[in-house]
């Protein structure tokens, strides 16, 4: 595996940065790419990743990772992990800016670097015989819940938009897989959702037992590109075990039923 190179988005933090250190240890050669560099550079010196600064809502940042990826050689794998949540409120009540926010980093992100990184994944095709593009959805892009409005309709896109590229790149040796997490209990997804409080987020995962870990979801995400290449798994829904569906959790233990 050491011949092959990743790019990883949204790698500052939770299910990036836990994918970024399980490739790494897997021998994968690592570009890891997210917005904050002081914690790229935590990233690159722990792992031996090598990392790029880039906003993936601004075009002109999202040129300058494909000119330095073309510049240091192909690439064999994409991981669009970049996204996230803002709000809990109805669709009536829901902030216009916050759905434009959600649709600009799930969607038109995820499609500004398959557009600009689709060339040198080729070209990395052409080396090793195939390359893989990884979306990594959401169960709330394949089930809508209360308060979900914006989330849902950012992420039903970005599925649509997966399965579409799937059919696109039909016939040319790139695999396409959609990873679909349901609760994943990281740092910073529902802080950010809920605005920076701590209560709030803490509160999604109170009582919920065992919910998933960044790094369960990166043991997803690394398996299925280390699967034999004319293996695809289209499409993989992730959750704990208390969690039935996108809006049902059980809470406390779990418990056999007599």
Known sequence: MSSRRVVVTGASSGIGAAT???????GWEVVGVARRQERLDELAAETGAE??????????????????????GPIHALVNNAGGAKGLDSVEASSVDDWVWMYEINVIGTKRVISALLPLLRDGARET??????????????????????????????HALTEVLRLELNGEPIR??????????????????????????????????????AEDVAETIVHALELPRHVDLDLIVVKPVAQAASYRFAKGELTVKD
């Open 20 to 26: 970024v250190r399980l490739f790494r240890e897997r």
């Open 176 to 213: 396409v897989v959609e990873v679909a997490p349901g609760m994943v209990a990281t740092e910073e997804f529902s802080l950010v959702r809920f605005g920076g409080d701590q209560g709030k987020r803490d509160a999604v995962y109170e009582d919920v037992p065992e919910p998933l870990t």
């Open 51 to 72: 990392v790029f600064a880039a906003d993936l809502t601004r075009q002109e940042d999202v040129d300058a990772l494909r000119d330095h990826l073309a510049a240091t």
């Open 129 to 158: 015989g195939h390359a893989d593009i990884l979306n990594l959805t959401s169960i709330a892009g394949l089930n809508a819940y209360v308060g979900g409005g914006g989330y849902n309709a950012a992420k039903f896109a970005e």
